[in-house]
């Protein structure tokens, strides 16, 4: 199994930044892509960015040229910085990878964190 921890939100004024980390444990063989997602109230889950493990990324158009996902693989973590924060950006934030656990594995699984919260206040 692997579990995926998040930590980094909180409430931040309109315009300020957060980062927020996302560390993967458990049994690894290989993680292929990471990313993190969001939940606002009343709404679905929405992709925010993602990585791959060779450093390709992906971004919502909502939040391109703000949001910036970095992942250092040595540390199976995933980053991702947050600048200008807008009052909409409020959701909680869910870390997502799809990793191998063993070699004996042929597909890789989704995993999800449980989720941080970002409250951005106007």
């Known amino acids: 199994q692997v579990q995926l921890v998040e930590s980094g939100g909180g409430l931040v004024q309109a315009g300020g930044s957060l980062r927020l980390s996302c560390v993967a444990s458990?049994?690894?063989?290989?993680?292929?892509?990471m990313g993190w997602y969001r939940q606002a109230p009343g709404k679905q889950r929405e992709l925010v960015a993602s990585?791959?493990?060779?450093?390709?990324?992906n971004y919502a158009d909502s939040v391109k040229g703000r949001f910036t996902i970095s992942r250092v693989n040595a540390k199976n973590t995933v980053y991702l910085q947050m600048n200008s924060l807008k009052p909409e950006d409020t959701a909680v934030y869910y870390c997502?990878?799809?990793?191998?656990?063993?070699?004996?594995?042929?597909?890789?699984?989704?995993?999800w964190g449980k989720g941080t919260l970002v409250t951005v206040s106007s």
């Open positions: 458990g049994s690894i063989f290989s993680i292929n892509v």
């Open positions: 990585i791959s493990s060779g450093g390709s990324e």
């Open positions: 997502n990878a799809r990793a191998i656990a063993t070699v004996f594995d042929i597909n890789d699984m989704s995993y």
